[in-house]
Antibody
Framework: EVQLVESGGGLVQPGGSLRLSCAAS????????IHWVRQAPGKGLEYVSA????????YYANSVKGRFTISRDNSKNTVYLQMGSLRAEDMAVYYCARDRSGGSGIRYCFDYWGQGILVTVSS | DIQMTQSPSSLSASVGDRVTITCQASQDISNYLNWYQQKPGKAPKLLIY???NLETGVPSRFSGSGSGTDFTFTISSLQPEDIATYFC?????????FGPGTKVDI
């Protein structure tokens, strides 16, 4: 069974940093791109970042570029999202999601999602 | 960024009704359009990919159609467990963008 489990969320002050983790199981992790998508309370879905299966390709939405860094450790079946210079508008539930297309590319279609982790940015 | 719009923003229907949601892209996205279902407090679930392909395990009462800029999502016979918000998402151009959602109630 495919599972994605996020961790590392919590309360952080504006300007602070936080690292989210996404632990995966139930599939050949290194062959799938992983994404982060966020949802502010009561709002819609916003795309954040992606990393290819081998970690060689990454993508960031403009809203987080230069502040967030995505990485992965295929030996630990885990993807990380290092978030810095956090702003109030970054406050959201962050979901990691698996790319539907296994292989070297990134398809941007999300077939399995984690349960989400809340990041609160407040002083 | 490609803007996605959905209509209606919410609807109320009865069990057994046919429900239709439309999604429009601000430019041609071919068939690079997915539909997700999100229940309160839960993660989204992929229902339809590439505009009209039913994801494995999804009931056949869900369907999608369209290409270019105009897309339709249909529930042929609404069931109580279909109460949720439905989002479309394009991935023809980066960044991937989502519609604002359609909340379906009974």
């Amino acid at each position: 069974e495919v599972q994605l489990v996020e961790s590392g969320g919590g309360l952080v002050q504006p300007g602070g940093s936080l690292r989210l983790s996404c632990a995966a199981s139930g599939f050949t992790f290194s062959t799938y791109a992983i994404h982060w998508v966020r949802q502010a309370p009561g709002k819609g879905l916003e795309y954040v970042s992606a990393i290819s299966g081998n970690g060689g390709s990454t993508y960031y939405a403009n809203s987080v570029k230069g502040r967030f860094t995505i990485s992965r450790d295929n030996s630990k079946n885990t993807v990380y999202l290092q978030m810095g210079s956090l702003r109030a508008e970054d406050m959201a539930v962050y979901y990691c999601a698996r790319d539907r297309s296994g292989g070297s590319g990134i398809r941007y279609c999300f077939d399995y999602w984690g349960q989400g982790i809340l990041v609160t940015v407040s002083s | 960024d490609i803007q996605m719009t959905q209509s209606p923003s919410s609807l109320s229907a009865s069990v057994g009704d046919r429900v239709t949601i439309t999604c429009q892209a601000s430019q041609d996205i071919s068939n690079y359009l997915n539909w997700y279902q999100q229940k309160p407090g839960k993660a989204p679930k992929l229902l339809i990919y590439d505009a009209s392909n039913l994801e494995t395990g999804v009931p056949s009462r869900f369907s999608g159609s369209g290409s270019g800029t105009d897309f339709t999502f249909t529930i042929s016979s609404l069931q109580p467990e279909d109460i949720a918000t439905y989002f479309c998402q394009q991935y023809d151009n980066l960044p991937p963008t989502f519609g604002p959602g359609t909340k379906v109630d009974i």
